[in-house]
């Protein structure tokens, strides 16, 4: 077995030195405190367990307020809302915390509130009203019976002297008109941060041009033009393990993960799909991920601390951002320092064949290529692995078939690492290859990889 403290994700860049700037200042107490989630997806009574022991840790380190980016009630249904709502009430009686201080509520409906599911087929009109969100337009109504506040599209509120800003599902692309009129009113350019959350990311923001499920751009042109703008956003389901989740530009940007699954990057042969091409292995569960962010605001940086509520662990060092307009999470000056993990020495890939089933559960005949975990580097954990397969023909290693696998672990704590990977080829991708072997190369997230192994040569 490796050695945990060697296996333990140390730290990155950005974060290890401004830890490093800001240690003579660290028992100073931060001016904001506020917890962050996202994709609650709450759907049958039971299921609001882990969204309770998230309100419990903000609650129990000083959180001012609780900001949810969407996506609250899985199906649409009132009698969701009201059990997320309840959840709130429950460990905040009356909007407070047990020594008093007002906890705010900063929440916005995602597309899972809006949408239409199959379980309203069917139904009669008085059955509609009364149990969804959908039903002509009473999600006001429900968010001012369950909330006891009013309902806006786009709504603002102020704690401890910092501004937040909340556009509820489809209502992004009012935001630019929002901000130009209340500016002044709101004291946006005075400098200081504000907060700002929707459901879907800022395009090109967080996870770069690709990020799945984006607002195509409405909310990146509007908060661009705000240096010290600081949005929240989910949708996409990341993990927040992956240093793409956090993205300084001409403004701050940061994914908040998933309270009930993570959805991994398409294209990795564990992953989600969206390629029609059979998959030879299972997608990995996810669900059992689920990630928030505590938010600490000082005069002179931001921290954001990374949290996952199954175990109830960190998820890897915190981002802390210094608020001196020195853009320190810029995603390329980042990339350009990461060093790959790698594998320990004498390390060895394994290879075996057997029939087996792809994802569609179609009999295949199968490789399975079976190699240790990675070690993290200092500065960057396993994301992924690419795996090729190399034909020899004549005196050449020919490449006929690459494809990468996650890491099982890398939306875990850094304390949870596993300790080997695999990848499933069929034969048939190999293209007719009479011997092949697999070389296994360790990627970060930002894509950097690290040394090969290799396995011995095998017919097929």
């Given amino acids: 077995m490796f050695n945990l403290s060697r296996r333990i994700f140390l730290a990155s860049t950005a974060a290890a030195a401004g830890a490093r700037a800001f240690a003579g200042v660290a028992g100073r107490a931060p001016t904001l405190t506020f917890g962050v989630l996202s994709d609650v997806h709450l759907e049958r009574p039971g299921d609001e367990d882990t969204l309770l022991k998230a309100f419990a840790y903000f609650r129990d380190n000083g959180a001012d307020g609780v900001m949810i980016a969407g996506d609250i009630a899985n199906t649409g249904r009132i009698e969701q809302m009201e059990r997320a709502a309840n959840c709130f ?206 938010v600490k605001i000082y005069d002179d940086r931001m921290v954001f601390v990374r949290r996952e509520f199954v175990y109830g662990e960190s998820l890897g060092p915190d981002w802390v951002v210094p608020l001196d307009g020195s853009r320190a999470f810029a995603l390329e000056p980042r990339a350009a320092k990461v060093v790959a993990p790698s594998f320990a020495p004498g390390v060895k890939v394994e290879v075996s064949r057997a029939m087996g089933k792809d994802r569609r559960g179609k009999a295949t005949d199968q490789i399975t290529v079976r190699f240790p975990a990675a070690l993290p580097s200092a500065t960057s954990r396993v994301h992924d692995y690419e795996v090729t397969a190399l034909a020899y023909h004549e005196d050449v290693d020919y490449p006929v078939a690459t494809k990468r696998v996650l890491s099982e672990s890398y939306f875990l704590p850094p304390t949870r690492e596993a300790k080997s990977g695999h990848i499933v080829f069929a034969v048939s991708e190999l293209k007719g290859a009479k011997e092949v072997r697999f070389a296994v190369r360790p990627l970060e997230c930002f894509g950097r990889k690290g040394l090969e192994i290799c396995s011995e040569m095998i017919r097929l």
Wanted: positive net charge; charged residues 25%.
């Fill in 89 to 294: 009430w429950r460990t905040f009686p009356d909007g407070k915390a047990p020594d008093g201080r007002h906890v705010e509520q900063l929440w916005v409906y995602g597309n899972h509130e809006f949408h239409n599911w199959g379980w309203l087929k069917g139904k009669d009109e008085a059955f509609l009203k009364a149990n969804s969100l959908r039903y002509g337009d009473n999600r006001a109504e429900v968010w001012e019976r369950i909330f006891h506040e009013p309902y806006r599209p786009i709504w603002a509120k102020t704690v401890k002297g910092y501004t937040f800003i909340g556009a509820h599902w489809g209502n992004e692309k009012d935001l630019d008109t929002f901000l130009q009129t209340n500016a002044d009113r709101l004291n946006l350019r005075n400098g200081k941060p504000f907060f700002y959350t929707q459901h879907p990311h800022p395009a090109n923001t967080v996870q770069g041009p690709w990020a799945w499920g984006n607002d195509k751009g409405v909310a990146t042109r509007a908060l661009e033009k705000f240096p010290n703008a600081v949005a929240f956003s989910g949708h996409s389901h990341y993990s927040i393990t992956d240093e793409r989740c956090i993205w300084q530009g001409k403004f701050t940007s940061v994914g908040t993960g998933s309270l009930r699954y993570i959805f991994s990057q398409y294209w990795r042969d564990n992953g989600e799909d969206h390629s029609g091409i059979a998959k030879q292995m299972r997608i990995l569960p996810e669900g059992r991920g689920r990630q928030g962010m505590l």
